[in-house]
């Protein structure tokens, strides 16, 4: 995908209005996996209204994002910047072999404590 | 036979350009009726005015139409020239092609088409036009200013000044607003008290003010010249012309937990009390709510101890009537809700703050005396954060979606005064833009930055983290440094966003002046008349209007008093003859047209008529006042029976342009 | 007794059974009856923002047709199920083009448009049974306990479609806690996150969150925690070792209702 089409992908899916941000950072003020991310909330609604995914796109960042939704319910514009990262990732691991967590990881990673509910959540987070 | 002119304007290139002016001519040339058509360069000119007189003279027009620009820009330029020229000056139509065509399309083709269209249906409308005369209507000499703060004292001094009566109703026991609770005034760091107080003094001593504090507007009637407003004077308590303004009264009264106003609950006031050391007038006021006396018929203190004798328990609201020929609403602003940004845990913790707070935190004649002592323990802080934009420029349902326009400066006041007093204070003030347009403002905040060590952070604050030793973690974003930051602080303030007073509505409503989302006052053209509301006679003055600093209040309020001064020296006003009128034969008195009036201007009266078979009926009919109506026309659409017309913009005219449009 | 369609969760049927056994038990005192949604499947644990996400949503939709046609409403007790629950409905009542795909594909008649109500046990306490009620119900007042609610992400936000409570300052656990007789304890960092799914992502990245709330309530004096979601327990047990005993919300409502003797999670 070109640049253009890429950051209209992004903003189909997300629904995001990227060009309402201020630049304020009360996104990134609110980040709990702020210092596990190489790129931060705020310059994830950045690069994709400038249309530069692709360094977000390999980008670890993708990852570390919980969904928890504090910069949504803080930003003063309206810009749910949580959907703009869950759009990245979507891009990301729809394309084929782009799984981030697969079923034969999941022994690896179990204890006996682990609720079902960890891994059906982040199945759906990392896997397509 | 009618005789119409036809004349179409260049504009320079602004018409030109894209409308072919000639062809624009050369067709409605051929329009029945129409006589005479020419173009020029620039109608409005002098020039340009000469060729429609002469045209009037010479070929005996009986109607003119132009085809220029908005009506609203040179509409009364050329009904000037009619007029001069021997013609009733409503004979005169105004085709609107530039910013209806020119100015909205780039096809010369296309806009030249829709320019001789507009041309027609104006010449259609031109030919149904009836010479009207306007009415003429007395001015009363006196002013009405409501609210009492900076804006509203220098407007009613102002007005005073140039020797009209005028009267200040101000909701709060004295007049002062906010600007008597503020410190200091920036940029150049006066006492706000010491340079208001004068002014509030002057206001006491004027022969033309009269001051009705504790007071409400309760309702507006009439029109422009001649308004009649009620006043509710709510009851003190206390005899204003028998108090002295002693104070003893408030020494003795027994309850003393009352939340303090003016120091924003800091400390307590009595349930007697006199908000503050300069008020004016400086009467006492007994709180309702809070007097044992009034609660239960148990104490009686206060007034055994006046002297003068000034305590009434038995005194009710008074509502007094008057006449005046100009209102200004100076209704001020309050300071946004902060609890919405919950975040910033302004109800967990008594150290996080309002700007406002932190004013009376500093000033002198506050609370802790103009020491600045935290809330919570009353000790000196030692680290500050300052968090801009609580509120303003926050398009959620919650915020304000504006900028407040004076938190970037006051909080470069508040970081550089708490650095100057107290040096082993940090301060770190969290910013998205430093907005500092305004004479010597921009260097006063790059002094609170570069002479005072101010630490500014272009970033915001995603939450503050009361901690159980008292101090307050804030979490932020340094985007500079790309960097999450953590600041542990012993006191934060909020630059929350300002919002017009909850009161302002309902003034609008009474005043019939319109608003905007925001409920600030809208004026009646953002650049040309900004301290006029859009309806007659009600001026603008203050914040009501729009976010401002003191010195563009007090500049808007003088040239709010210069045009009420300017309505006041009128003798006479000419109406509009453009207004409604019932034909009552056919008008059924069902209301709906007064119903949908916005100024009042509908009345009903039971009327007599002769019926065909010379028996007689009354029936009740509309009835417009010509003073009061504006001319919206909403009664001629809302009319089922077709009663209602307005004059000079017949519902006949109206079908002839649609129907010339549609030729 | 009210009848109530219920949706458990795939943890509730498994790590989590006493949060199903008890939530119901506590309810069926207070006056309500759980009836189980017909072979409800698993909600997928997150609900995927994208809007193009059609499939991974049809679990939730089949679970809110049936409550549709049962009464109207479904109540859930993991936050989780709430969330993608609450979520997917609000995507029903404002994108018809997904409801019109969803509808086609499961041939719903009538088409489902987000008619039917998600609400949280704690909504139901709070709107329905009242905190008064339950003070009466207790039969063992938790006195001198101090509880520290932890709300986490999943029952808040976003607050303009769950509107569960304020996002930011919440109090309805708060009250929960008084009504049981014991202490709230107030702390900042009770509705953020706890690491979610990142425990199996990052591990040391999601420790470093769990260790961020539960140091807060502790500072506070907090002596137990309390909260509705199976991920949270598990991280805040497994990723932040602390004195903090936590449990579920139902563990400490059936002690004080009498339901059971102790406070361990089963």
């Known amino acids: ?128 | ?663 | 007794m009210t009848k109530i369609a219920y949706y458990p969760g795939c943890t509730l049927k498994n790590k989590a059974r006493a949060l199903d056994e008890e939530a119901r038990a506590a309810a069926r005192l207070l006056g309500y009856e759980f009836e189980e949604i017909d072979e409800w499947q698993c909600c997928g644990g997150a609900f995927t923002t994208s809007r193009d996400e059609i499939a991974t949503k049809l679990a939730a939709a089949r679970a809110l047709t049936w409550a549709r046609d049962h009464g109207g409403r479904v109540v859930t007790v993991c936050s989780a199920c709430y969330n993608v629950l609450k979520q997917t409905n609000a995507a029903f009542r404002t994108d018809s083009e997904f409801a019109a795909k969803v509808s086609r594909y499961e041939k719903t008649d009538p088409p489902y448009r987000g008619e039917a109500e998600v609400v949280h046990w704690f909504e139901l306490l709070r709107d329905e049974i009242g905190f008064d009620k339950l003070r009466a119900a207790v039969k063992k007042p938790l006195k001198g306990r101090k509880i520290a609610p932890y709300y986490g992400c999943l029952l808040l936000r976003p607050s303009e479609t769950l509107a569960f409570d304020s996002p930011e300052n919440p109090t309805v656990m708060e009250d929960f806690i008084r009504a049981l007789g014991a202490e709230p304890v107030r702390y900042a960092m009770r509705n953020e996150c706890c690491g979610g799914y990142l425990t199996l992502e990052d591990r040391d990245a999601a420790k470093k969150r769990s260790a961020a709330v539960l140091s807060s309530a502790v500072e506070m004096g907090a002596d137990c925690m309390i909260t509705a979601c199976p991920l949270c327990l598990y991280n805040l047990t497994k990723n932040a070792a602390g004195p903090l005993e936590i449990r579920y919300f139902t563990d400490v409502l059936a002690e004080a209702l009498g339901l059971k003797e102790g406070g361990e999670n089963a």
Not at chain 1, 102 to 115: A, Q, R, V
Not at chain 2, 88 to 107: F, T
Not at chain 2, 268 to 286: G, H, L
Not at chain 2, 537 to 553: A, H, N, R, W, Y
């Open chain 1, 1 to 128: 995908m070109n640049k253009q089409d890429l950051k209209e992908e992004i903003v189909r899916m997300s629904g995001s209005a990227v060009e309402k941000c201020m630049r304020c950072g009360k996104c990134s003020a609110s980040c709990p996996s702020y210092e596990d991310m190489e790129y931060h909330p705020h310059e994830f609604v950045y690069l994709v209204e400038k249309g530069d995914i692709e360094k977000l796109m390999a980008s670890e960042s993708i990852y570390k994002c919980l969904t928890c939704f504090a910069c949504v319910e803080r930003c003063p514009r309206g810009v749910e910047p949580a959907k703009v990262v869950e759009a990245v990732r979507l891009i990301v691991i729809r394309e084929q072999g782009m799984n981030r967590l697969k079923p034969d990881d999941i022994p690896g990673l179990w204890d006996k404590d682990l609720p079902q509910q960890a891994i059906v959540t982040a199945m759906r987070k990392y896997t397509k």
């Open chain 2, 1 to 663: 036979m009618q005789k119409i002119g036809v004349f179409v304007c260049h504009c320079g290139t602004n018409i030109a350009a894209t409308v072919d002016v000639k062809a624009v001519v050369d067709a409605l040339a051929k329009e029945p009726s129409v006589v005479f058509a020419a173009d020029y360069p620039y109608m409005c000119s002098e020039s340009g005015q000469n060729l429609i007189k002469d045209a009037i003279r010479e070929h005996e027009l009986t109607g003119v139409v132009i085809c220029s620009c908005s009506p609203r820009m040179h509409e009364v330029t050329f009904r000037r020239a009619a007029a001069s020229a021997g013609l009733n000056p409503y004979l005169v139509e105004v085709a609107n092609i530039r910013e209806q065509c020119s100015w909205i399309h780039k096809d010369k083709a296309e806009a030249t088409e829709k320019a001789i269209i507009l041309g027609r249906a104006a010449i259609a409308k031109a030919l149904l036009n009836a010479p009207l005369i306007a009415g003429e209507s007395p001015v009363t000499k006196r002013a009405l200013v409501i609210g009492g703060g900076i804006a509203g004292i220098q407007t009613a001094l102002d007005i005073a000044e140039a020797g009209f009566p005028v009267d200040i109703v101000e909701q709060k026991p004295t007049i002062g607003g906010k600007m008597a609770q503020i410190d200091k005034t920036f940029p150049t760091l006066d006492c706000s008290a010491c340079i208001l107080t004068p002014k509030m003094v002057e206001c006491a001593q004027n022969e033309n003010i009269r001051i009705f504090s504790y007071s409400e507007v309760e309702s507006v009637s009439g029109f422009v010249g001649s308004f009649t407003v009620k006043i509710r004077k709510k009851a003190r308590y206390v005899d204003e012309v028998k108090c002295t303004g002693c104070g003893l009264c408030t020494e003795k009264c027994p309850v003393k937990n009352v939340p303090n106003e003016f120091n924003l609950g800091f400390d307590n006031r009595r349930a007697v009390y006199i908000p503050f050391a300069q008020a004016i007038p400086k009467i006492a006021v007994i709180d309702p709510d809070r007097c044992n006396m009034l609660k239960n018929g148990k104490c009686g203190l206060c007034s055994r101890v006046c002297e003068a004798g000034a305590i009434n328990y038995k005194q009710t609201d008074e509502i007094v009537e008057e006449h005046y020929g100009a209102i200004v609403a100076a209704t001020g602003y309050e300071i946004s809700d902060v609890t919405r940004y919950g975040e910033y845990a302004y109800t967990e913790s008594k150290d996080v703050i309002t700007s406002l707070e932190f004013e009376r935190l500093t000033n002198a004649a506050g609370p802790t005396g103009g020491v600045l002592l935290r809330p919570s323990d009353g000790k000196h802080p030692h680290t500050i954060v300052f968090i801009q934009c609580v509120g303003s420029r926050c398009v959620l349902e919650k915020g304000k979606p504006y900028c407040s326009k004076i938190c970037c400066m006051y909080t470069a006041k508040h970081a550089m005064l708490t650095r100057e007093k107290y040096p082993d204070t940090e301060v770190y003030v969290f910013y998205i833009d430093v907005r500092t347009p305004g004479k010597n403002f921009d260097e006063f905040y790059r002094r609170a930055a570069e002479e005072f060590g101010v630490h500014y952070i272009k970033g915001a604050v995603g939450k503050i983290v009361p901690r159980a030793d008292g101090t307050l973690d804030v979490q932020a974003a340094d985007l500079i440094m790309d960097e999450q930051l953590r600041i542990s602080a012993d006191l934060v303030v909020l630059a929350a966003a300002i919002e017009p007073s909850k009161t302002a509505r309902k003034l609008a409503t009474m005043l019939t002046a319109s608003m905007d989302t925001n409920d600030f006052f809208t004026e009646a053209h953002p650049k040309l008349r900004p301290v006029e509301s859009p309806t007659a006679g009600i001026f603008l003055s203050g914040v009501c209007q729009g976010p401002k600093d003191i010195p563009e209040t007090v500049s808007q309020a003088g040239a709010c008093a210069a045009k009420v001064i300017g309505l006041l020296s009128k003798n006479k006003l000419t109406g509009n003859p453009c207004v409604a009128h019932s034909d009552e034969l056919m008008c059924n008195g069902c209301s709906s047209c007064a119903n949908v009036c916005p100024y009042g201007a509908i009345t009903y009266l039971d009327k007599e008529f002769r019926m065909p078979d010379r028996t007689t009926k009354v029936r009740r009919v509309a009835s417009v006042n010509p003073a009061v109506c504006q001319g919206c026309g909403a009664c001629t659409v809302a009319c089922p029976s077709g009663a209602m017309d307005l004059s000079g913009f017949s519902n006949s005219q109206i079908m002839a342009e649609v129907d010339a449009i549609c030729r």
